[in-house]
């Protein structure tokens, strides 16, 4: 039986296609009018004062250490419970990454570990919003401000997420956000930049088209040829017109979608509340979650067969499921080229073995949670010991 269920579909509907055929009819493909619409509302969803469309979160997360011109070998403290994005720009800008553990819980960086990893070389800090569960702040912001270390935030999984009632992207650090196919909202691949400082904003926004002082719109747009300078070598990481033309309609449907995914994890929660085989991540006072991933870390004492052959049993049964994640201090980039080991984030190393996250999207129906909550309790009654 192949999957029936799979692990994520987009919500796309017919004013993101027509806005797409409108786009692709209006002859302007890249970086243009549709492009500034979508910088203008995503500014006003997180009432930041710059957003800068990019063709990914990952491009924006560079962009940030680009801009800061750290010397070569300086480090950047981060966690290993992420997608290799977040690390592998330090290591393109001949930066050192050091994880720091993570909170049990959250499985967010553990703010309590992050002064004993820094040296006079650490420069910055990139706090990851681990499922939409934001990072400790005010915790990681002290700590920032007693060593002069800049916050960059991935907030990939984060778009609807609040700190204290104040959104993620306006907390005044640099902030990257995806719009890749399975976040909870999205232009196919696509990121945008939040920032609040001005000069940063637009030293990254020459950076992100080459290094050029002026976009495709404004040599070639509206008012005609105009000449442009270049300074510095920049990227080629600007987003176009045609995941604009998507990301104007998705933007509007956020809350929409939110309601539905808070909808699924009360179910999810509820339902595996009683299963001791199971931890379920908590959600702390502090914290908005955009409820971006449903993991669960299996307590694999409690059960005969381990994680991955929970994972095949689920799937078995026609529904998809993914792994977020097998810690990068464990993978063998890491190990061979930085020397990080398994204890050196026990926490991190304890969950890579254990989680696995199940389907969670505004497109599933109260059926489709039903029986995903049916198949895992399933499994476990089967494998409990
Ligand atoms: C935590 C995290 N950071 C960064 C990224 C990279 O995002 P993008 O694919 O938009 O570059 C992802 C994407 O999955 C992610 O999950």
Same mark, same amino acid.
């Given at each position: 039986m192949g999957i029936d269920m799979p692990f994520h579909r987009a919500w796309l509907e017919e004013d993101e296609i027509q806005e797409v055929i409108d786009t692709l009819k209006s002859g302007w493909?890249?970086?243009?009018?549709?492009?500034?619409?979508?910088?203008?509302?995503?500014?006003?969803?997180?009432?930041?004062?710059? /957003?800068?469309?990019?063709?990914?979160?990952? /491009?924006?997360l560079h962009l940030s250490l680009v801009a800061l011109e750290l010397e070569p070998g300086s480090e950047v403290i981060t966690t290993p419970m992420t997608f290799p994005a977040t690390a592998n720009v330090v290591v393109h800008e001949r930066l050192r990454p050091v994880f720091v553990d993570i909170e049990p819980g959250t499985l967010n960086i553990d703010p309590a570990k992050i002064e004993e990893?820094?040296?006079?070389?650490?420069?910055?800090?990139?706090?990851?919003?681990?499922a939409g569960h934001p990072c400790d702040m005010d915790a990681i912001q002290a700590i920032a401000d007693k060593h002069n270390l800049v916050i960059i935030e991935d907030a990939a999984h984060a778009l609807e997420s609040s700190y204290k009632g104040r959104k993620i992207g306006n907390l005044g650090n640099l902030t990257s956000f995806s719009f890749y196919a399975n976040k909870n909202m999205t232009t196919g691949e696509g990121g945008m930049l939040t920032i609040n400082d001005e000069e940063l904003a637009d030293k990254i926004r020459v950076m992100r088209l080459h290094g050029l002082n002026k976009d495709a719109w404004n040599r070639f747009g509206k008012s005609g040829f105009a000449h442009w300078q270049l300074h510095t070598p920049g990227y080629k990481y600007n987003m176009t017109d045609i995941s /604009?033309?998507?990301?104007?309609?998705q933007l509007k449907k956020v809350n929409q979608f939110l309601e539905l995914r808070k909808r699924y994890v009360e179910a999810?929660?509820? /339902?595996?509340?009683?299963?001791?085989?199971?931890?379920t991540l908590i959600r702390k006072d502090y914290a908005q979650s955009a409820y971006h991933l449903y993991i669960i870390a299996l307590r694999l004492e409690r059960l005969t067969i381990d994680r991955d052959q929970f994972l095949q049993e689920i799937q078995a049964r026609g529904i998809g499921v993914a792994v977020h994640y097998i810690g990068l201090h464990l993978q063998p980039f890491y190990m061979k080229e930085f020397n990080t080991k398994a204890e050196d984030c026990p926490v991190a190393s304890s969950y890579s073995e254990r989680v696995l996250t199940l389907p969670l999207y505004p497109k599933m129906s109260d059926q489709d949670v039903n029986r995903v909550i049916e198949t895992v309790c399933d499994i476990v009654k089967k494998y409990r010991r």
């Open positions: 493909l890249t970086t243009g009018p549709r492009t500034h619409r979508f910088e203008e509302d995503f500014k006003n969803y997180i009432g930041c004062k710059h /957003a800068l469309g990019l063709n990914s979160c990952t /491009a924006g990893k820094i040296s006079s070389k650490t420069k910055a800090i990139f706090p990851v919003h681990f /604009a033309a998507m990301g104007i309609h999810y929660d509820e /339902a595996f509340k009683d299963l001791p085989e199971l931890e």
